[in-house]
């Protein structure tokens, strides 16, 4: 024996929903709304963030390749060749020739007044030399020039110009003799004396003493 149920279905019509929506919503309370940021305020934000990105990455690189890029940029915006920003060489000058302009035999309380720091490189050379013997130069003792400088840390452990001939070109032990004789030199378009002692050979000693036999 079969019994059907039938059941009642109640629809409510759309605008009773909307309306009950309404009763149950706060006097105070806002609709959300979907926030877009505005084009131009997203175009600042992003040349920002890039710009921030930029500086990073240039400041990361060495000092050679900033300057490179900084090249590379003025010459892509203003144009022009590479070859107008290489700097001339002409009057470069190494740690050697400025001790070479700068050099003296002997070293003064007047040379010390006014010291640049060329000067000072000089003079900071002239500290590492030792000067109780010379090393000279006798090449052209028959026109009666002479070159004196002073030995080097190197000479002195070797013993050349002391244990060994004085002579720049002589390397003779055997039958050294010392002498002191009186410098005359022009240094900077001035005259000067200085005595020096040497230690030569025999055959060296007579190259020295050419002119006063």
Known sequence: MYFHLITN???FPSC????EDALLKKPFQKEKQSKVAHRQVATDEWDREEARNQRFHFLAL???ARHKKMVNDYILYYGGKKEDFK???????????IIR????FLWREEDEAD???EKRLSKKYYDKLFKEYCIADLTKYKENKFGFRWRHEKEVVSGKGQFSCGSKHCDEKEGLKSWEVNFGY???GEKKNALVKLRLCPECS???????R
């Open 9 to 11: 279905c109640v629809c």
């Open 16 to 19: 009773m929903i909307r309306n």
């Open 62 to 64: 060495d000092a050679y």
């Open 87 to 97: 700097r001339s060489g002409e009057n470069d000058k190494t740690d050697l020739d």
């Open 101 to 104: 302009e700068n050099h003296r």
């Open 115 to 117: 010291m640049n720091w």
């Open 186 to 188: 022009v240094e900077h």
């Open 206 to 212: 007579y190259k020295l003493n050419f002119h006063h």
